[in-house]
Every structure is written in C-alpha cells, then in structure tokens.
C-alpha cells in the first residue's frame, strides 16, 4: 500500500503545478484556458486524487477518519470552491482573493498530510 501512497502524492504534486499553471493563463487572459484538454484535464487528475485518497483511508486508517485528515477533508472542500471562484469570477479582486486563498487552503492540506497533527 505505500505504493498507493507514492501514487497519492505523486498525484497531489501534479494537481497543484496544473493549477499553477493554469493560474498563470488566468491572470494573462490567455486562450490556452478555453482548450478542451486544459480544461478536462483537471477533473480527470483530481478525481485520481480524491480517489486514492479515499483507497488510502479505506486501507490504512480502516475507515476511521482522524483530526488532522477531517480538517484536510474540509480543507479540501475550500480549496476546490476558492478555485472555482477565482476561475470564474469577472472581478479582478476576487480573483486575486481567492486565488490566494486557494494557495493558503492547498498549503495548510499539504501542513496537516505531512505533520498530521493530533487535533483532539
Ligand atoms: C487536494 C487533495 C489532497 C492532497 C493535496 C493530499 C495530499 C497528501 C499528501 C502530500 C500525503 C502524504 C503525507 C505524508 O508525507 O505522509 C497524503 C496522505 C494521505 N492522504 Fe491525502 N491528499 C488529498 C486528498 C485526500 C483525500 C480526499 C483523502 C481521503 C478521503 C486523503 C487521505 C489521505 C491518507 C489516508 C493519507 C495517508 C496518511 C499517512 O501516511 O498515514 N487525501 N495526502
């Protein structure tokens, strides 16, 4: 199962450098945005994601979620609405907003996988 692991953030690597990635044609306007493959690509890498992630608590945790992995969860939830935001929004603020909200959501899911910090 570490292999699942090393699938798990292998994937949660690649999520984040598409979202770079992609944030940057954002604040550029660019076309590159409205391709098919730019935009189905994502969904297809995430759902990897959030699969493993569910094959890891199934195997490893026997289901049982912890403190440090129900905050990631909510985390998760606000990283995913925040970017959806600052990609659809006509606002220049809110994007800007939540763009960097969406990066502070990612680093604290990235603080609590790593650290897995004993909450209650
Ligand atoms: C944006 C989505 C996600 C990111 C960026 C992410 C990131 C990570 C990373 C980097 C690790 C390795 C931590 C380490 O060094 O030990 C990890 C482990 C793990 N993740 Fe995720 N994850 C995500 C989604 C999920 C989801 C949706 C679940 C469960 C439903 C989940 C469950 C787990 C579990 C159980 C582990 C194993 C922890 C351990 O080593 O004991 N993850 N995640």
Partial sequence: MIAFKHIHMTLAFITIIGFLVRSVWLFKQSPMLNKKWVKITPHVIDTLLLTSGIVLLATW???????WLAIK????????????????TQSAAIRGTSFTLAIISFAT????????????
């Fill in 73 to 88: 969860l909510v985390m998760i939830v606000l990283y995913i609405v925040f970017g959806i935001v600052a990609f659809k």
């Fill in 109 to 120: 899911i990235l603080y609590l996988a790593r650290i897995k910090p004993a909450l209650w």
């Fill in 61 to 67: 945790y026997g289901g049982v979620v912890t403190s």
